[in-house]
């Protein structure tokens, strides 16, 4: 008879598969379709990506402190994967449209939705998915797993026929969405009567006590200046891959083909992963992270070709499964666990912010000095607060509670 917690496993990681393939779907080609087939500049963008970051930022620290005042409970998931569900006719017939003829009420209109689905809503499902996880007593990195094989999948897919049928895309995105809620839905999470108790009596006071602890600023810092550095440059990094080839509809193909491979590469590391941090401690695994992180970012600029870009993309296989499993294993580490899901999405928060302030600007460098030279002073700053990181993180490997084994006086998670 299989086991409520291995049940959760599979159902829950068919669930991030299936979240991660709509979100792939919509916005892993997400420059390539606006900048080619909606004829928007990179400067543009740039400023699509700051503003669904800005509504996004202004929805985190709200759902941090709600998820954790739901605890194990399924209700703010359900709303999400109702959001979520139109997100393929959104694209088609509306977003697409208000771009092309009204910029900037599209912008405003697909920031609040896509802020709220996606950049808000992925750090709830990974919170979510980490407590169950801790719940019973299973890794997160190996949910976390086939959510990587989502992305990759959808990658692979799309970057076959962007070029002649975009909205396809958009509906296996929603076509997704309802196989993840019917996942969602077989799911069982029992509540003790005690956690019950334990987030209905958490207080925003409690939440702002995260102001007196020293790592909470440090890992904002980390996050500021290395992980949204980088994720600035990766933004409009599948422009820059297709400019390595004869026409933008071949460099296509062949992002898309590398996409596939890379995220196959991260389903792999997240699976060891947990291993890896479990024994080098959280601290110095976000540390190589920022060192890989760095790495890449500079060896991207260097003008060696197609294949080494290439090459120097799969190093987000690596890096991917790092930066995701040790940030939840330094909050479990440093911080208390009823306030695990605050601490996670006020870190959004903070790369939310930095997103809005970095992509116009990156934007705006790409168009006027080019992508290399953008990427060695991108390079640059992660690397110097990389090696700041070391001395400012706290290697914290005192061992968190367990989660509560079901038990007595359980309740059904609505």
Known sequence: MITPGKRNYILLSLFDFLYLFAWSSTMAFFVIWTTQHLGISATKTGLLYSVNAFIALLMQPFFGFISDKFGLKKRLIWILVAMLLPVGPFFIYLYAPLLVHSFWLGALLGGVYLGIIFNSGCGVIDSYIDKISRRYQFEYGRVRMWGSLGWAAAAWIVGKYIDSNPNLAFWLASFAIVIAAICFMLTKVELTEAEMQKTSALKVSHALELAKNGQFWMLLVFTLFVTQIYDTYDQQFAQYFSLQFPTPEEGNRWYGILASIQVCGETLFLCLMPWFVNRTGAKWALIIAGLIMSVRIVGSAIPLGPVWIGAV??????????????????????????????????????????????????????????????????????????????????????????????????????
């Open 313 to 414: 993309k799969m190093m987000h296989a690596l890096e991917k499964p790092l930066i995701l499993v040790s940030v939840f294993k330094f909050i479990a580490a440093n911080f208390d666990n009823k306030l695990s899901s605050t601490v996670y999405l006020l870190v959004l928060f903070v790369a939310s912010i930095a997103t809005a302030i970095y992509s116009p600007l990156a934007g705006y460098l790409y168009d006027t000095i080019g992508f290399a030279h953008t990427y060695y002073i991108l390079g640059g700053i992660a690397g110097l607060f990389t090696l700041i990181s070391i001395f400012t993180l706290r290697d914290n490997r005192e061992p968190t509670s367990p989660g509560t084994a079901p038990g007595t006086g359980v309740t059904q998670a609505q």
